[in-house]
C-alpha cells in the first residue's frame, strides 16, 4: 500500500527537474507509479506568445518542478503521460492539455480530472480552493496565480505555489472517486474524462486578422469607423508582437473604440482621450495618430457576410432538448452541460435522428450517455417534429 503524506503539515521541498539528465533520470522512476498529479504554467499574461513555462508532477509522497524552459528534450514526459497504465490527475486540464499539445504534441491517457468529478458528483464551488478546504481543509495560497512563469529564477514563493496545485490533488481525486464510486457515476465520469483527453491542441497562432468585428459590431460603430478600428486593431498586434506582451497590455479594447469614435487628428486631440494613460500617449501616439489616419482616408469596409440564419424547425428542436435537458439537470441537482453539453444538443437539432443507432453518429454520445438518454431523447426529438 502506498505512503499517505500527512495533508495538514508543512509541504515537503519539492524535487527541482532542471536538465535534461535530470528528466532522464526521473522517468523510470515515476514509470512504476500507478498514479501522478499533473499541472502546468504557462505565461499568457506577459508574453504574445504564451508557452508552456513549468510542469508539475505529484505522486502519493513527492513532488517535482519540472522546467521546460531548460530542458531540450520534454519527450520523456510525454512517455508518462501517454503511458494507459499510469492514472493523471488533473484539476480543470482542458487548458492544459491544449496547451501541452500545442507545445510538445503529448497525448494524455488514463486521466481523472477532480474539477469534472465535482460537477458529476454536483458541487456548486468546484475550484480547487474550495474543494481542497471542503475534503482536506486546507486553504491554497493564491497570492502567485498571475505571477509570470516565464521569468527566471522563479521566487521560492512562486515555486511554492506551483507545487500545492499538484501536492494535495492525489488525496482529492481519492475523495471524490470514492464518492462517484458510490453514486454509480463511474460509466458517466470515465467518458466525461475521455472527451477532456481528446480536446484539440491549442492555437499557434491565435491571431485573427478579421477579429476587430468582434470587438466593434457590438458596438454598433459606423462603416468609417470599423475603417479606423481595423487599422488600430492592426496596429496593436504589430506592437504587442515587437514587445512581446499580450495585446491588451498595448492598449484594450474599450480604447480603440474611443479612438475610432473620436478620430483624433493631432496630439493635442490625442491628448483629451482619457482612455489612454500618458504613457501609452507617449509611446504610442504618433503611430495612432497615423493609422486613425489611414483609417479615416483608407476605403470604407463592408460588414463581412453574414451567419446563415438557422432554419426554425431545428432552433425549435434545439429549445425542446435543452428544455429536456435543464429538467433532467434539475432532478439530479447538477449543472444542465453535465448531462449533455451544449453541442451535441445542436447536433441532435440538426441532424434529427430517429433511431438508436442513428444516435450513434452524434457527436459527444458515448455509450454510457447513448444507453442512458437515448430513449429520451429520441423521444423529445419525435414529439418536437408532430
Not at 36 to 56: G, I, K, P
Not at 122 to 136: D, S, T
Not at 179 to 194: K, M, P, Q, T, W
Not at 285 to 296: K, T
Request: aromatic letters at 6%; hydrophobic letters at 40%; one cysteine or more.
Amino acid at each position: 500500500m502506498s505512503l499517505q503524506p500527512d495533508l495538514q503539515q508543512p509541504l515537503p521541498p519539492a524535487t527541482h527537474i532542471k536538465t535534461d539528465k535530470d528528466l532522464i533520470a526521473l522517468a523510470p522512476r515515476l514509470a512504476s507509479e500507478p498514479l501522478l498529479a499533473v499541472d502546468t504554467e504557462s505565461n499568457s499574461l506577459y508574453a504574445y506568445r504564451e508557452q508552456v513555462c513549468l510542469f508539475q508532477v505529484s505522486n502519493r509522497v513527492a513532488d517535482y518542478i519540472i522546467d521546460p524552459l531548460t530542458i531540450g528534450d520534454m519527450s520523456p514526459l510525454g512517455s508518462l503521460l501517454a503511458n494507459p497504465a499510469i492514472e493523471k490527475v488533473f484539476h480543470a486540464g482542458e487548458y492544459d492539455l491544449m496547451c501541452m499539445k500545442r507545445d510538445y504534441g503529448f497525448e494524455v491517457r488514463n486521466l481523472f480530472d477532480t474539477m469534472i468529478a465535482a460537477r458529476i458528483v454536483g458541487r456548486k464551488a468546484i475550484g480547487l480552493n474550495a474543494l481542497i478546504m471542503e475534503h482536506i481543509g486546507i486553504e491554497l495560497d493564491k497570492s502567485h496565480q498571475l505571477d509570470d512563469w516565464g521569468k527566471r529564477p522563479l521566487s521560492p514563493e512562486s515555486l511554492r505555489y506551483a507545487q500545492m496545485d499538484t501536492y494535495y490533488l492525489p488525496s482529492l481525486r481519492d475523495k471524490l472517486k470514492a464518492e462517484i464510486e458510490a453514486l454509480g457515476y463511474v460509466d458517466e465520469a470515465n467518458e466525461a474524462f475521455a472527451d477532456l483527453a481528446a480536446v484539440p491542441a491549442a492555437e499557434s497562432d491565435p491571431f485573427d486578422p478579421e477579429g476587430y468585428w468582434r470587438i466593434g459590431q457590438p458596438r454598433n460603430l459606423g462603416q468609417r469607423e470599423m475603417a479606423v478600428l481595423r487599422e488600430l486593431y492592426l496596429l496593436r498586434e504589430r506592437l504587442a508582437e515587437e514587445r512581446d506582451e499580450p495585446p491588451f497590455k498595448v492598449f484594450g479594447n474599450d480604447t480603440m473604440i474611443v479612438l475610432a469614435k473620436m478620430q483624433p487628428r493631432n496630439n493635442r486631440d490625442l491628448s483629451e482621450i482619457r482612455a489612454m494613460s500618458e504613457r501609452q500617449k507617449r509611446h504610442y501616439g504618433s503611430l495612432l495618430l497615423q493609422a486613425i489616419s489611414q483609417g479615416v482616408k483608407g476605403k470604407t469596409l463592408h460588414a463581412p457576410p453574414r451567419q446563415p440564419t438557422p432554419d426554425p424547425i431545428i432552433v425549435e428542436r434545439y429549445m425542446a432538448l435543452r428544455d429536456w435537458r435543464k429538467e433532467r439537470a434539475r432532478k439530479r441537482g447538477v449543472e444542465s452541460d453535465v448531462i449533455l453539453p451544449k453541442d451535441t444538443l445542436w447536433d441532435l437539432a440538426r441532424k434529427a435522428p430517429r433511431t438508436l443507432d442513428d444516435l450513434q453518429n452524434i457527436h459527444g454520445l458515448r455509450p454510457w450517455r447513448l444507453s442512458t438518454y437515448g430513449v429520451e431523447l429520441l423521444e423529445v426529438i419525435q414529439a418536437s417534429m408532430e
